[in-house]
């Protein structure tokens, strides 16, 4: 027995040796852990003692209350029964079985002597907790006799416990606690650990502390590493060096480095969050360790994380520091850290449950369908619905019960895209950031409408809806307005609200009608009157949506909100409902939705209590891991609170719960089983998945097979352009063949393809030569026919063939024979220069030594020609290279450029073809040579994908203008063009119309880019509207009601009165109107006077924040008297800053009393009196509000601008306070938009 008693904690370390050959060594470890401020036992290695021939005790007391420990220690160790016992078991011949439990030994059960754990506990100060952990190498061995023979118990082990238990074991594995019992050194290994009941060996636990002495401290030069720990299936190693660096007066000074290293040999894309304590460990008795906390994403590039400086080397070393004892320090870490990325972390292992993978910027969309999957009931009805004959590609309920049955049975990640697909989303879709609540919304209708007169109709509403009831009760009548409202979730309010009670009571609490506000009641006229809500029922399953992101009016964008809001485990909620319900409305926790990050994005998680017994476990995307109920439910409270863990982040908090009835509890999550799924949807998606994983070993096979790209002679009619056929566009017979098939074979497998004897088919490859161009050649099928079609072709992927068929008009019952010696295998086309068209004319066999001229009969008969007609023959050598045959008296073989087979003839008549465009099919090929495909879109129309024209890009500006204009049936002159930006794609400067370059300087810089310009089609002339400028503007109607925007297009050298008069030719005047016009700068929806009419346009800017708007002078404006004076007014709501609508000019008359101006100021708006709250006089910023009595007259140097006011942008302003009932912006992005599930 080996006694080593550590500051704070004591070993017994047994080993025994036997000579006979039951087994050959094991060893009891026992490790008794006061509870002294100890947080974790420590799991050492033993060495090899001999229990029974010799005993070695050494002890280091730290004070009198160690000494009292040891005594207590020895007291055990020396009692016999039990230990006899026990020897008598690891003495006992028996082989294989292994037992791993767990037991607490107490005292009372280790000696006789003491006859009762208090009197244990007298001798120790502070009680002993005693766990042993024990994995017996034994053979054969009874468990129960066992047990019975050592007089243990199983513990007790408390809910943490237990679930980190569960997050390391799997059935059949052998154990899962950390105690290895494979062989150690080449003996068996028996292990009873003896541990705090909180501790776990676990490699898979979410946290550990351990720790590492440093010994000959002042020696030490070189990094030093731990043993590692592992956490999350990682090693963890504290990392200890001694650093030097500069202090202020430039000295050096050493310093003690300390961090922590995490998989710091993996080399693999991995990541790993944590969070940890760094803490030097005192050797005074009652002093605390130094500690420094980190918090980090351990990454292959950051594997370690720390402090270069964690306290100075000076004070390590001073004795009086306490830190250091026979020039050794011992360091312990504390780390907590969440589960890995990247590694092989199985979630179903640990968990029981897989995750969802990650396609986008719709990580709340997983978070979403993991709580709607864990709702059992609902898991239920979807496979229930009856999806048969619906499109496996579109069909939502099919995408739903897919994704549902491989989160049930699957062993890794699932993907959503098929269910994404199936919304009829876009690519871009997934990636928006949609907002949850809608994203539930829309979902559960989908499911509800597809749930219509089928077995589960009804089940989302009996599940998710409750009912309230919105009033209005009248004080001083007896009248009362009800209307009965259901509900799937509920929004609350969580802005200056302290936990869920508080925001539940918000919801439910009445608002006062009285004043300007009060309710008319019909007949009894307007009432003070109380508007409220109460809940007449509460659904089994209820979503609660934390109003975290709210629209801040200031800012005009969504913001969110991370203040501290506390929601509980259980809650009840009888206090809100209208009647009692039949059961009581008492909730348990079933979900939290996190989100972390701010407005803009961030990241989604759920944390479930899948059975509802308080077991949580979190989601995050396709990781599953193991956590404790703080983790789920404290951490998530979001603010900040000194007191919690540095893991809460202050932006990390709940934004959705979801609570289910305690009454319901049992039917919401009942069992899924495999025989609640129906057998035809089981076979349906088996059968997908067989047809997945035959692509899937299609795609890992297809080394093994060619791809052989079939071409007939049809695929050559209609081709336009050089060479046979246009690669990209052919109409290929594809065959997918082994690599290893013959000639033969393949012959024989295109005969029952194409329904021709062999003998009538003769293969040609499609080879492409020196010059770029892709022509047959011959292959010997004589010889080669044994060969395998990857002998003989060139690309080991793909092999292009030209199948030449005996005619189907010929008599011939195979194909003629062919010398590649002698023969010479010709393709002939006619060029008609009158229509620029290229007309297919066959093949023909010609010996080499034939004359030129002997074609010219062969080419008349194809060509329909009289025999007699004369032809200008060309050789087709490659693009933008045709030569014409003069010599047609020459032979064929000196005739043509390297006469070979596939080489092509091109003929048309002889004649005068100048009156055509391109008369020769030189011109023709030449022409071509220079034609692209260029796109044409509508730079007006945001996305536009426009159109496709072929052009020449020798075609000047004037050619591509009217090809564009004919192509969209208008004018070529009311068209103007863009050029593409050369690294955006979007419109550029416009062209001028005079443009002397070709189209090929306009699309030169696209390349590898698909060729692009932009258009739009004009009201004027484009000549004239290059001797104009465009001025975007405002134009409101004298209701002042609503703008629109105009373009008008006034001359360059122009002013603002020439930009009127052009205003007067696009705008609607009023019938009995001044007819004259105004221009004014609105800011912010505050406004200035406008330019004077003198001003040059040049002058106007028209970038920035600063709109410029054009209106009708109103009668009564266009002359003032001296007492009179045009005021700004604008509309606010609380903040004068958040100002909104239309603002305009009202004129003031000096000494009017205010209800009269009143008066006129809201029959100019058409509105009723009690639409505005408050009138204020803003000046310098500040408002001053008028007193609405017919004592208050208005006062024009209200209005003035002071001397000592010159510097402010604006000048003073009337203001109207009211409530913006306008649509407000929930979505800041220009890409986001509302969702929608389309199938």
Known sequence: MYIDIRKKKIHVELKSKSTRNCFNSSYLLFEFAALMGQERSERRSSKQIDLFSSVKTSAECIGDQFKKLEALLERFGRTGGRWQRLDQILKSKHSGAVVRKKYIITPVQLTSEVTSTAEAASEVPGAIKTTINIGIAMNHVNDQENLKQLNLAPVQVNEVEEMDTQEGETPNDGGGDGNDTSPMNGESELACIVQDQEMEEDEARSEATFRYTVENLSKMKETQLSPPCYVRNLPWKIMIMPRSSQTQDRGPQKSLGFFLQCNGESESSWSCYAVADLRLLSCKEGQEPFNRKI????????????????????????????????????????????????????????????????????????????????????????????????????????????????????????????????????????????????????????????????????????????????????????????????????????????????????????????????????????????????????????????????????????????????????????????????????????????????????????????????????????????????????????????????????????????????????????????????????????????????????????????????????????????????????????????????????????????????????????????????????????????????????????????????PPDSDLTALPPFDKDTDVLLFFKLYDPKNKKIHYCGHHYMPVTAKVQELIPILNERAGFPPDTELALYEEIKPNLVEKIDNLTEPLEKVLEELMDGDIIVFQKEGDNQMYELPTCREYFKDLFHRVEVTFCDKTIPNDTGFTMELSLRMTYDQMARAVAQRLGTDPYLLQFFKCQTYKDSPGHPLKCTFEGSLKDLVSYCKPKAKKLYYQQLSIRVNELENKKQFKCIWVGPSLKEEKEIILYPNKNGTVATLLEEAKKQVELSENGSGKLRILEINSSKLSPGPREDVPLDNLNTSGTKLYRIEEIPNDELNLAEDEMLVPVAHFHKDIFSTFGIPFFFKIKHGEPFPKMKERLLKKLGVQEKEFEKFAVVTMGKPHFIMDSPEYCMDLADFRIHPNQSTSPLRPWLGLEHVNKAPKRSRINYLEKAIKIYN
């Not at 000076?314 to 890995?340: C, R």
């Not at 199985?346 to 719709?362: E, I, M, R």
């Not at 990241?603 to 396709?622: E, L, M, Q, R, S």
């Open 295 to 806: 918090q980090h994403l351990f990454y292959s590039k950051e594997n370690d994380w720390g402090f270069s400086h964690f306290m100075t080397w000076q004070d390590v070393l001073d004795p009086e520091k306490g830190f250091i004892k026979d020039d050794s320090i011992t360091l312990e870490v504390h780390v907590m850290a969440d589960a890995p990325h990247g590694v092989s972390w199985d979630s179903k292992k640990h968990t029981g449950f897989v995750g969802l993978k990650n396609q986008g910027a719709t990580c709340y969309m997983n978070s979403l369908l993991q709580t709607l999957y864990f709702t059992n009931q609902l898991r239920k009805a979807v496979y229930k619905m009856p999806t048969e004959s619906d499109d496996s590609s579109k069909s939502v309920a099919l995408a739903l019960q897919r994704v549902f049955h491989e989160l049930q049975f699957s062993d890794k990640p699932v993907g959503t895209k098929k269910l994404t697909k199936s919304f009829g989303w876009e690519t871009l879709d997934s990636f928006m950031q949609h907002d949850v609540q809608e994203f539930l919304r829309v979902l559960l209708d989908k499911l509800e409408s597809k749930m219509k007169g089928t077995c589960v109709e009804g089940t989302v509403p009996k599940l998710f809806e409750g009912k309230m009831v919105s009033f209005i009760k009248c004080k001083n009548i007896d009248y009362k307005s009800t209307r009965v409202e259901t509900f799937y979730d509920i929004q609350l309010n969580i802005k200056g609200k302290k936990n869920i009670y508080e925001s539940f009571n918000d919801y439910v609490s009445t608002e006062s009608l009285d004043g300007d506000n009060k309710y008319d009641a019909g007949e009894n006229g307007l009432q003070e009157a109380e508007k409220g809500v109460v809940f007449s029922s509460f659904p089994p399953v209820l979503h609660l949506h934390l109003m975290r992101f709210q629209y801040d009016p200031v800012t005009d964008c969504s913001v969110k909100f991370n203040d501290r809001f506390e929601f509980y485990e259980k809650i009840s909620l009888g206090k809100y409902l209208q009647t009692k319900e039949a059961t009581s409305a008492d909730y348990t926790l079933h979900a939290v939705l996190v989100h972390s990050g701010d407005n803009h994005g961030g990241h989604y998680v759920v944390f479930i209590n899948p059975a509802g017994d308080g077991k949580w476990c979190k989601f995050d995307d396709d990781v599953v891991s193991r956590c404790t109920k703080q983790e789920a439910i404290e951490h998530n409270y979001g603010g900040q609170d000194e007191d919690m863990s540095i893991a809460v982040k202050h932006c990390t908090n709940a934004y959705m719960l979801v609570y289910i009835r305690d009454s319901e509890l049992e039917n919401v999550l009942q069992e899924v089983k495999e025989e609640d799924i129906p057998q035809e949807l089981v076979e349906r998606l088996q059968e997908e998945k067989r047809l997945e994983q035959i692509r899937r070993k299609e795609r890992t096979e297809a080394y093994l097979y060619i791809t052989v790209n079939v071409l007939l002679e049809d695929n050559f009619d209609g081709h336009q352009g050089n060479d046979l056929y246009d690669p990209e566009h052919a109409l290929y017979r594809v065959f997918r063949v082994r690599k290893q098939c013959t000639l033969h074979e393949f012959l024989e497998l295109l005969s029952d393809s194409l329904k021709y004897p062999i003998e009538q088919i003769r293969l040609w490859p499609l080879n492409v030569r020196s010059n770029q161009t892709c022509r047959p050649m011959p292959i010997e099928l004589e010889n080669d026919l044994q060969k395998s079609i990857y002998q003989c072709a060139e690309n080991p992927n793909v092999w292009n063939v030209f199948v030449e068929l005996v």
